[in-house]
């Protein structure tokens, strides 16, 4: 997605959307979908985004595109993935505006129900340049534009459908293009004829990076919805204050919401859930909630972990029990297709079998010196936080009355 011209960004989405769900000059949608579905597993496309180095601008961006297909359908996948990228046609206006409305309504729905994605969305908007990618395409502003698209399609159907066609013609390309297979080693080595084949098909022009530099304005925000319960985000880039990956972060991250914030959100405050979490590619450390009564007491909650850990007493049956839980979750049982589609996600963010070696070691040699540091470390950001709460207008107001011009209000568009 790199060379992509920025005017483009929200239109990724609709255009992966697009490939699947219009025909090519020779079938129309349904006769295609029923030729995925007769000879592949079934074939997906959408875009991907992440941090890549915990540096603010640093990100990797692509379209992704998964297949399955029995060894003997091998030829098929690639013939059908080759007819979807290069052969529908953006011809169908009301097709388009048909998914257009289902992608407004689904986003209106989310906003509703589940704030805590949109929160925590418009926090690493506020924070890196691969989170207002991701919000352009996901969160509250993608929203906004598929309520102004939908109006416009009747009238700019043309214009719509031309700058589909340079999305792909600026992101199909054979120099752009990265291939991962999962399968045993006999259908790996018989499906090479096929795979070369495809990426010979493939263009060969590559118009060049774009440098994108974008993120939201830091402040904190309060998006106001007609709500009786909160959804409150607060987030930090650790790692610009000097913080240096260790894998105990994740042991320390398992105790903290199963033990201070399962106690003082859930037990004690009411909320439907809550927790943290951290991002080791971007180094955003992030608190959220769910379903919340509170608003400024959750943040007091979030602002009262460093002491927490700074201060937790662990013996070595608890330890040991946080070690297994975590090793449990973040080695879990996959079926092949999840594991090649793991292996490519750390191929493309940069991420090498011995990083993951001394993750895993560093996991297993955790200690409770670890926790008390990572309490000084969520110390050391304490002037850094940024907060976006999903929230009523009532509790909103009552904020800002305690605590003046701490929330800048974003009021959003009437939803349906």
Known sequence: MSPLKQE?????????????????????????????????????????????????????????????????????????????LREVEFKEKQRFKQFVAQSRAKMET?????????????????????????????????????????????????????SLE?????????????????????????????????????PTAFPGNNSWETILSPGNEAIVIPT???????????????????????????????????ERLRTSGGAYGGGCSFDAYSGVFSFSSYRDPNLLKTLAIYDGTAGFLQELELDDDSLTKAIIGTIRDLEGYQLPDAKGYSSLLRYLRGITEEYREKR?????????????????ALEAVKDKWVVVAVASPSDVASANEQRPGFFDVKKVREVS
């Open 8 to 84: 483009f960004l929200q239109l990724v989405p609709l255009f992966c959307q697009s490939l699947l769900e219009m025909g090519t000059k020779d079938m129309d949608f349904v006769q295609l979908n029923h030729l995925i579905g007769r000879k592949t597993g079934g074939i997906c496309i959408y875009p991907f985004v992440s941090s890549k180095s915990g540096k603010k601008m640093d990100l990797c961006a692509h379209v992704i595109v998964r297949g399955k297909a029995l060894s003997e359908r091998v030829e098929d996948l690639f013939k059908l993935i080759n007819c979807i």
């Open 110 to 162: 989310k906003i509703k129900g589940s704030g805590s994605f949109i929160a925590a969305r418009r926090i690493n908007a506020k924070l890196n340049v691969a989170g207002w990618v991701d919000e352009q395409i996901s969160g509250i502003s993608y929203m906004e534009f598929l309520q102004d698209l939908e109006k416009k399609v009747d009238d700019d159907w043309d214009k719509i459908s031309i």
């Open 166 to 202: 340079e999305i792909r013609k600026s992101l199909l390309s054979r120099k752009g293009c990265t291939i991962n297979m999962t399968s045993d080693e006999e259908n790996l080595v018989a499906a090479t004829k096929y795979l070369s084949k495809f990426v010979d098909s493939l």
């Open 228 to 262: 009786q319960v909160n959804y409150v985000g607060k987030a930090a880039n650790i790692y610009e204050s000097g913080y240096q990956l260790h894998g105990s972060i994740y042991v320390i991250s398992s105790c903290v919401n199963t033990t201070w914030l399962r």
């Open 360 to 376: 895993h070691g560093e996991v297993l040699s955790t200690t409770v010196k670890d926790f008390k540091e990572f309490g000084d």
